[in-house]
């Protein structure tokens, strides 16, 4: 009881001396910015973690939130559920820093915790945000359709891992440029109900893309993918998913309650 008070006192002292030395970093920056490195990383937990009295599970948890709390001067992290979605994994972590060893160390702690201990590491991806290759050729028109203000506070999230054929690659800018406006032109009936961000992996992982999405519309997300898989560019999708992976965006606390359910 002891060890467990002071353990929250030292956590309250961390949150304390983060807000004072205003150290958190700017989400919304790291969210914005090229140059941030991503690394998606999908848990299972495992029969080790049932097998745990109640008291030792809320310890766990407690620890898991230090750990979360001990990196928020470096590392940005969102939490999204899986459980019952997919019976890969039960919930993935997206984490964004400037320096992709923050992502790793905060990841190292995280696996390192009595919950971490517990997880088995289903999926790992590996990425960075990078500036617009082709938009600022496209025309006019089609440049003001991305303009769309993207929807806010959407529940669901998908993450579509992709790899391209050498073909892909091997083409000049401006033939990529035309399918790339193709893509382009195939979504922008779902600009107002898919918010989309991009990560490049290509030789960070055995990945060329990290395609993440949110939204509230599953059905329209269903029928962008139906309709891009109709545009001549994927032709050079060698890998689409893989998994995909479909979750909802939930607090940590919320996904540490249900898993220790
Ligand atoms: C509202 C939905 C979407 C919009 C508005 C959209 C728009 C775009 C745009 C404008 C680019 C070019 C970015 C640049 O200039 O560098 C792009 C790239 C890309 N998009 Fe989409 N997209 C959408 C959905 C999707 C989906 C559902 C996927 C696949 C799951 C996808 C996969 C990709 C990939 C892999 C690239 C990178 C291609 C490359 O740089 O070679 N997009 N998208």
Partial sequence: ??????????????????????????????????????????????????????????????????????????????????????????????????????????????????????????????????????????????KAELKTPPPQGSPYVVVVPIRKDAEWWLMSQDARMAMMQEHTGATVLYLKTIKRKLYHSSGLDDLDFITYFETAKLDDFNNLVTALLQVRENRHNKRFGEPILLGTIRPLDEILDIMSR
């Fill in 1 to 142: 009881m002891q060890g467990r008070i002071i353990l929250v006192l030292i956590s309250i002292a961390i949150i304390a001396f983060a807000r004072v030395a205003g150290a958190e970093v700017d989400r919304e920056k790291l969210l914005k910015e090229p140059g941030v490195y991503a690394t998606f990383a999908a848990f299972k937990v495992g029969d080790q973690w049932s097998h745990m009295d109640k008291q030792a599970k809320a310890g766990a948890v407690e620890e898991v939130k230090r750990v979360f709390q001990m990196h928020v001067d470096k590392v940005s992290v969102d939490t999204h559920l899986v459980r019952g979605l997919s019976e890969k994994a039960d919930f993935f972590l997206r984490v964004h820093s400037k320096e992709m060893i923050d992502n790793q160390n905060f990841l190292v702690d995280f696996m390192g915790t009595s919950f971490g201990k517990a997880l088995k590491n289903t999926d790992t991806f590996n990425g960075i945000t990078k500036a617009l290759n082709y938009v600022p050729k496209f025309p006019e028109d089609l």
